[in-house]
């Protein structure tokens, strides 16, 4: 079974005006820019939650492999301390979680077919976090992604990809936390 690998970035960006997100929003695109320079990335996306969360932003990475976040080229240009000042002293919760899946069952549910999860404009990611070990099984039609590094904030992680967000129904159960994030751009992809 092969698997897939995903940085996951979660955080909140507390703004009051449109032009401090639109600032957020360029200072991302421009990061996001950066870190497909670095060999092992492979594509990004980042979303919005669209209800009360405590970290509605998501910026979603592919990689060839974990040891991509171990590499030179990754460490000596990115991580927490790469991000400009004037942006990370607003920052809050912000959480790191590598992730891996197996490619069959993210296909299941409505990835690509090697794997990778693609959200259109108009869909929506869903992800079920299983909080602790102890916490019920994930739900069914969700891919597994065990957390395998970085902050390990939540014990297991489940995906899904709805191509038409309106529809998204997010079930969960006893020490889950369900979130729908809507993509913010189209995938961006190594050129």
């Given at each position: 079974?092969?698997?897939?690998?995903?940085?996951?970035?979660?955080?909140?960006?507390?703004h009051e005006t449109e032009a401090?997100?639109?600032?957020?929003?360029?200072?991302?695109?421009?990061h996001i820019s950066m870190l497909l320079t670095?060999?092992?990335f492979l594509t990004a996306q980042r979303f919005y939650c669209d209800e009360a969360a405590r970290a509605p932003f998501l910026a979603l990475y592919r990689l060839v492999g974990p040891e991509v976040m171990d590499s030179e080229a990754y460490t000596s240009k990115a991580g927490r301390m790469s991000v400009d000042p004037a942006f990370r002293?607003?920052?809050?919760?912000w959480d790191r979680n590598l992730a891996q899946g197996a490619e069959a069952d993210i296909a299941a549910v409505g990835g690509t077919p090697d794997g990778g999860i693609e959200v259109a404009m108009g869909g929506a990611l869903v992800l079920v976090d299983r909080l602790v070990e102890e916490a019920a099984p994930l739900p069914g039609g969700y891919a597994p992604l065990a957390v395998i590094g970085l902050d390990e904030t939540v014990a297991q992680r489940g995906v899904k990809v709805v191509p038409d967000a309106g529809t998204a129904e997010i079930g969960g159960g006893h020490g889950h936390i369900v979130r729908r994030f809507l993509p913010i751009h189209e995938i961006r992809k190594l050129a």
């Open positions: 079974m092969t698997a897939t690998t995903y940085y996951m970035v979660e955080m909140d960006y507390p401090e997100r639109a600032a957020f929003d360029g200072f991302y695109d421009k670095i060999p092992g002293v607003n920052m809050v919760d």
